[in-house]
């Protein structure tokens, strides 16, 4: 094929004729669907697009003129000046994207592992009931899917079809139920096709991607969680509230003769639930990706040539920890999580009195342009309302506590797909990111008070402003050089010359010292 107009300007007719030529032969040989990776400078062969943006971005930039070889579109990598010839990654064929999710979810699971070939698709259904894992199951149920197509000769496959229409439920904001009957409309029209019968059907199939959560009963006054050695308590221990939503009285009246058991069994509903999404599997899914798993050793691998802090490992927390405990340092991908939490009114509504407290860890293992990305956060549990918990949202901690004190003294074993090795993933809760007021809640520390600021602690003397009854926070020349002019400066301040030095820096075990003999009750009854 003649590839001579590469190198030409880009309004001639040759350039045209021949991306089109490209365009034909990359459709014709690695389509998926409707799309192709784009080879243009600014997506480099990463992004998927249809044809029509790939004709633009081509146009807008030159092709790449040292891309000659199109192995990602489906040309053999064959150079004739060398026998010996090392294929890269990026020169094997292309994996299907939705085969690539299914492998990713799964981890360390492949075909290689369980002995099943791509072809092998007859006998999976006898292999699915002799796998040691329900994890395996899912596997390959999911991949039979993927392999079935919708109806013969349709260019999507029953799990590529459910996830385009689960995607368009989510961008549109459907409801369920509106799922159902577009599903119930779709199966009548189209009776040769494999269409769920409903959308609690299809979700079953897409839920096996993703990571279950734990229901937790609490306290309705907040003094404690239903778990451990009190699973099967039926009253709080502290105020002795009733775990349970009283009966309505409408099904007393109507109620018909039924046992007592049956009663408990169909009326029993806890007046407040924890939602509580476990940290090791969705810790363990961020090394599954191998891109994600290269960038959570970032922090270690990418030097800070110019001194500036752009992220928090060139701050000095950062490297004291890494002083502190070198053991956990010495491996870049043992985690550091940062916690952040605030309430919000789910109704969007200033007329309904409602605060829900969500729960997130953020994992600055990430390069800053990825840390804060919302895809990377993890949500680690859902306060529920319809009061904010307060200092008591130390109840419902409880379980995220736990499961941090295990991963840090013990870890757990973690596939990292980017090495494809095994490794014993430890992690840190480095710090707490809120608002002031959130501050109060997380911490403990009063903000509401003439001692709020944190970093002074007892150290502070604030003013009472006698009029309005609020606290002044003054003597901020404390901070200045010791030779600094503001220090002597009366009559432009509080009338006082500043001889003070900043308030000593407390380090965790100094705030442990000072909180080791507080007694602290919990709950609204206390």
Known sequence: MDKSWIGMPRNTPQYLLGLNQFLDFAFNNVAIGDKIKCPCPKCGCRKWKTRNIVFDHLIE?????????????????????????????????????????????????????????????????????DMPTSNNKDFFELLRDRRQELYEGSKYSKLEFLFKLYHIKCLSGLSDKGMTMILDLLRDTFKFAKIPHSFYEAKKTINKLCLDYIKIDACPNDCMLYWEDDVNAETCKYCHTSRWKPEKESSK????????????????????????????????????????????????????????????????????FNTTFPIFASDPRNVRLGLASDGFNPFGTMNTNYSIWPVVLVPYNLPPWLCVKQPNFILSMIIPGPRTAGNNIDVY????????????????????????????????????????????????????????????????????????RKWCFIGHRRFLGRNHKFRMMRHRFDGNVEERTPPKKLSGSDILQQVKDINVIFGRQA
Not at 63 to 79: I, R, S
Not at 292 to 304: C, K, L, Q, S
Not at 429 to 454: K, Q
């Open 61 to 129: 930039k030159s092709f790449p003129q040292n891309y000659v070889t199109w192995v990602m579109h489906g040309e053999m990598n064959v150079l004739h000046n060398y026998e010996n010839v090392e294929v890269t990654q990026d020169a094997l064929p292309i994996e299907n994207p939705v085969e690539l999710l299914i492998n990713e979810a799964f981890g360390g699971i492949r075909h290689e592992d369980v002995d099943v070939g791509p072809s092998q698709v007859v006998g999976e259904e006898e292999m699915i009931h």
């Open 253 to 320: 009246d109507h109620e018909p003769t039924t046992s007592k058991k049956q009663k408990k069994e169909e009326k029993e509903e806890a007046c407040k639930i924890l939602r509580y999404f476990p940290l090791k599997p969705r810790l363990q899914r961020l090394f599954m990706c191998s891109k994600i798993a290269e960038h959570m050793r970032w922090h270690a691998e990418d030097d800070n040539k110019d001194g500036t802090i752009r992220h928090p490992r060139d701050g000095e927390a950062w490297k004291r």
């Open 397 to 468: 901690l409880q379980p995220l506590i736990n499961e941090l004190n295990e991963l840090w003294s013990e870890g757990v074993d973690t596939f990292d797909s980017s090495k494809d090795e095994m490794f014993r993933m430890r992690t840190a809760l480095m710090w707490t990111v809120s608002d002031f007021p959130g501050l109060d809640i997380l911490s403990g520390w009063n903000t509401h008070t003439g001692l709020a600021c944190p970093s002074c602690n007892f150290d502070a003397e604030p003013c009472r402003l006698c009029h309005s």
